[in-house]
C-alpha cells in the first residue's frame, strides 16, 4: 500500500530522545495489532507483488488480482475509520507556535526538550514550584528525620528507599531506561533532590495525587526535568517568583 495511504500514523512513532512510557508501548502494541506492518518503509507496487505471486502460484493466477484489491480495500476502509477516530489528536499535533509544541502537563513535562517541544510559562512555574519545595523541604526544622536520611546515608540507601516509595507508596510503573538512569546515578545531590520530591508527595496532606503522579512519572522518565529542578533550586530570581507568586495567592 502506498506509504502516503498511512503516513498519518506518524504522529505516534517514537520520537528519538522522548521517553517511551509504558502506557503507550501498551498502544504501540494494539496498533501494531491492528495495522501490522504500519513502520514499513519499503514500497513494493501491487501490480508488482501480483506478478510474483502469478510466478509462484499459478494455479491461482485467475484470482490473484481479485484477492490483493478486495484486501487493500479492506484495510483502505479500516485505516479510514482510524483516521477519523482520531482526527482531534492529529488536530492537536499540528498546533504549534514559532515552531514549538505546547502539550497538555502530563506529555509536555514527559516531552520536554528543549527544542521542539516547549514549556508554557505555568508549566515553568510548576517546575520552579517543585524546586521551591525541595528547598524549604532542605531547611525545614520539622523534617529532621527525613533528612538524616537524605543526608547521612550513601547513594546505594538513597537508591533502595526510592524503590521502596516507587513501589510500596506510590504505585508508579516506570520504564527500564527510567530505573537503569536511577541505577547509573552517581551525584548523591540528585538523586536527594527525587527521593525528596517522593517524599514531599506522600506526606503532603494537600497532594493532588493525579497532578503530582503525572508529574513524579515525568520527572523520572525525562531526565530534563530533573535538571530543570536542580537548576531552579539554586536560581535565587526563580525562587523569588516563586514566593511572590505564594504571597499574592
Known amino acids: 500500500m502506498p506509504p502516503e495511504k498511512f503516513s498519518f500514523m506518524d504522529v505516534f512513532g517514537k520520537v528519538p530522545g522522548h521517553p517511551h512510557i509504558v502506557e503507550r508501548q501498551l498502544g504501540t502494541a494494539m496498533l501494531d495489532m491492528m495495522f501490522t506492518g504500519r513502520e514499513i518503509k519499503t514500497y513494493i507496487p501491487v501490480e508488482e507483488v501480483a506478478k510474483k505471486f502469478k510466478t509462484h502460484f499459478p494455479e491461482l493466477s485467475s484470482n490473484i488480482d481479485t484477492l490483493l484489491q478486495g484486501e487493500l480495500e479492506r484495510i483502505e476502509q479500516k485505516l479510514s475509520l482510524f483516521h ?3 482526527a482531534h489528536v492529529l488536530q492537536l499535533a499540528e498546533q504549534n507556535t514559532d515552531g514549538k509544541t505546547y502539550m497538555a502537563d502530563e506529555d509536555a513535562f514527559l516531552y520536554y526538550d528543549g527544542d521542539s517541544v516547549a514549556l508554557t510559562e505555568a508549566q515553568e512555574l510548576k517546575i520552579k514550584m517543585v524546586a521551591y519545595a525541595i528547598n524549604r523541604f532542605f531547611t525545614d526544622v520539622n ?3 527525613f533528612k538524616k536520611v537524605l543526608y547521612m546515608q550513601p547513594i546505594e540507601y538513597l537508591k ?3 524503590a521502596g516509595y516507587v513501589y510500596e507508596k506510590q504505585n508508579l510503573v516506570l520504564t527500564e531506561e527510567a530505573w537503569q538512569r ?4 552517581d551525584d548523591i545531590h540528585v538523586m536527594r533532590v527525587i527521593l525528596a520530591k517522593l517524599i514531599i508527595d506522600d506526606i503532603s496532606e494537600t497532594d493532588d495525587h493525579n ?3 503525572d508529574f513524579r512519572k515525568a520527572m523520572l522518565e525525562n531526565k530534563k526535568i530533573i ?3 536542580i537548576a531552579y533550586m539554586d536560581d535565587e530570581q526563580a525562587m523569588n ?3 511572590s507568586f505564594i504571597d499574592k495567592n
Open 84 to 86: 477519523f477516530r482520531i
Open 143 to 145: 523534617a529532621d528525620l
Open 241 to 243: 517568583e516563586v514566593e
Open 211 to 213: 497532578v503530582e503522579s
Open 160 to 162: 533502595r528507599a526510592f
Open 227 to 229: 535538571e530543570k529542578i
Open 182 to 185: 536511577v541505577v547509573e546515578i
